[in-house]
């Protein structure tokens, strides 16, 4: 099925917070979070995407963004929708928009364990760049950090 990659609206954020709940790797954020995200005039300035097939969203990711460096808070896409390429091309709309605002670096952390998005994070071409000591709670993990280097905007 063809889907296409766009911002996240309002109106998203009910079926965002339904594929977040349904996975348990993925952030749950309360609302207020994605509201925030979304807010043009918000102080930390974010990336909000979604992937959008035909019968609805499947999939979002949500960055910070403080160049030239930014930090991929979440990623998911609804089980269904997973191994078509939805969180590839939500990175690749994602990377697009970052190095034309002059970000060189996109960053994230991920728990030790989740190896599902380490296999993608990997194939993606993000590089190792250290680990957190016991960073996440309930259960406590360490936190794998992964870095991804943006090409410069010539622009
Ligand atoms: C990680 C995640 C976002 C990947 O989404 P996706 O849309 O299935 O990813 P893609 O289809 O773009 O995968 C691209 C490539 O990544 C790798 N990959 C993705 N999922 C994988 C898996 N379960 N096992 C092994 N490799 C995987 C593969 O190389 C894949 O290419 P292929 O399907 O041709 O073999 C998805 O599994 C997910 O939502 N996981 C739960 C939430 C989560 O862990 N988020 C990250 C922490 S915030």
């Known amino acids: 099925m063809s889907f296409f990659v766009r911002a996240m609206r309002e109106s998203d954020i009910e079926r965002v917070m339904t594929i977040a709940a349904s996975l348990a790797e993925a952030p749950h954020w309360p609302r207020e979070a994605y509201i925030a995200a979304i807010a043009p005039d918000s102080t930390l300035r974010r990336v909000a995407l979604v992937a959008q097939f035909a019968d609805g969203v499947a999939g979002f990711v949500v960055a910070s963004v403080l160049a030239p460096q930014s930090e991929l808070e979440s990623i998911a896409v609804t089980s269904t929708a997973q191994r078509q390429g939805v969180a590839t ?39 190792p760049a250290g680990r957190r000591r016991s960073y996440y709670q309930d259960p406590v993990e360490d936190a794998l950090l992964l870095r991804l280097n943006l090409p410069k905007n010539k622009s």
């Open 89 to 127: 091309a939500l990175l690749r709309e994602l990377t697009g928009e970052l190095s034309a605002s002059g970000v060189e670096e996109l960053l994230l952390e991920l728990r030790a364990s989740n190896a599902r998005a380490a296999d993608f994070y990997e194939q993606y071409g993000f590089m």
